[in-house]
């Protein structure tokens, strides 16, 4: 069994940065890729970037250039760095784990969520 646990969502102001973090624990050598999707109200649940075991990244035209995706294999955790934040970049943001190979941003493509971290990007 895999166990995704994120952290460090919060409230920001706009132009602002935040970290996310995911810890995996449980069966976690079975996961091969991992990636950041969110969701906010009213609005249809977006994959914003992904990143294989060996560190390929691929992200969502939305956060390109503002969001980086990173892991560290020796902990189980994986980071999203947001910076540049924008009002709409707020949505609850869960971390996803994949055993396929490879980063995708294809929410289809994942085999385990953890339950959320609330991302609020206002003034």
């Known amino acids: 069994q895999v166990q995704l646990m994120e952290t460090g969502g919060g409230l920001v102001q706009p132009g602002g940065s935040l970290r996310l973090s995911c810890v995996v624990s449980?069966?976690?050598?079975?996961?091969?890729?991992m990636g950041w999707d969110r969701q906010a109200p009213g609005k249809e649940r977006e994959l914003v970037a992904g990143?294989?075991?060996?560190?390929?990244?691929r992200y969502a035209d939305s956060v390109k250039g503002r969001f980086t995706i990173s892991r560290d294999n020796a902990k189980n955790t994986i980071y999203l760095q947001m910076n540049s934040l924008k009002p709409e970049d707020t949505a609850v943001y869960y971390c996803?784990?994949?055993?396929?190979?490879?980063?995708?941003?294809?929410?289809?493509?994942?085999?385990?969520w953890g339950q959320g971290t609330q991302v609020t990007v206002s003034s």
């Open positions: 996803a784990g994949t055993q396929r190979l490879g980063a995708t941003t294809e929410a289809s493509d994942y085999d385990y």
């Open positions: 449980g069966s976690s050598a079975s996961i091969q890729g």
């Open positions: 990143i294989s075991r060996a560190g390929s990244t």
